[in-house]
């Protein structure tokens, strides 16, 4: 079955560590795209990538950075520069821009 | 900036009553999305609407798309405990990216 994978579900990391989430899909997607989620809140966009080896800064983009060398991952690193790391990561595709995103399970990153 | 707001924030209702969520945006959107989040879950899509006052129907849920093309709304009937859960809509502002509403939380009360 096709589908977008994010691991691992949970993430524990101390203050001033980088952490990488992982997010592959195997739906032939062009388009992927990173938010983060705070309790109770809303779907904020931090970096989007519409075609490989290229992307773009989303709303909150600062304290993150990822990368695109291939069609099928997306994967988001968490810097120490971020001063709020905790939340609740999700990452999506869609087949082109305008089209309803697939979201995975999510990763729920808590740094101590 | 441009903003996708969502009213109410949080709707507790009894099971069997129905539910209704707004949204309004600041500036035309050239189509809506509606997705639904289930209590620790991931959002999942629902439904696309593009043209103005459309209406679409997915058994008790009912979305329409405002003649402006700026406000969406989601209506369900006769709720069900199954229907809990947060619903976002969603709206292209320009071509590259969805712009989130702030989602509207709903609570089932048996």
């Known amino acids: 079955d096709g589908g977008i994978t994010q691991s691992p579900k949970y993430l524990f990391r101390k203050e001033g560590q980088n952490v990488t989430l992982s997010c592959e899909q195997n739906?032939?997607?062009?388009?992927m795209y990173w938010y983060r989620q705070d309790p109770g809140q809303g779907l904020r966009l931090i970096y989007y990538?519409?075609?490989?080896?290229?992307?773009q800064k989303g709303d909150i983009a600062e304290g993150y950075s990822v990368s695109r060398e291939k069609k099928e991952s997306f994967p988001l690193t968490v810097t120490s520069a971020q001063k709020n790391p905790t939340a609740f990561y999700l990452c999506?595709?869609?087949?082109?821009?305008?089209?309803?995103?697939?979201f995975g399970s999510g990763t729920r990153l808590t740094v101590v | 900036g441009q903003q996708v707001m969502q009213i109410p924030q949080y709707q507790h209702v009894q099971e069997g009553e129905d539910f209704t969520t707004y949204c309004n945006s600041s500036?035309?959107?050239?189509?809506i999305q509606w997705y639904k989040q289930r209590p620790g879950g991931h959002p999942v899509f629902l439904i696309q609407?593009?043209?103005?006052?459309e209406v679409k129907k997915q058994k008790r849920l009912t979305f329409q798309f405002g003649e402006a093309k700026k406000n969406s709304s989601l209506h369900i009937t006769a709720t069900q405990t199954t229907d809990v859960g947060t619903y976002f809509c969603a709206g292209w502002i320009g071509n590259e990216k969805l712009t989130f509403g702030t989602g509207t939380r709903l609570t089932i009360i048996p």
């Open positions: 990538s519409q075609i490989v080896n290229d992307f």
């Open positions: 500036t035309t959107l050239s189509n």
């Open positions: 739906l032939n997607h062009d388009a």
């Open positions: 609407l593009v043209k103005s006052g």
């Open positions: 999506a595709s869609s087949i082109q821009g305008d089209y309803g995103y697939t």
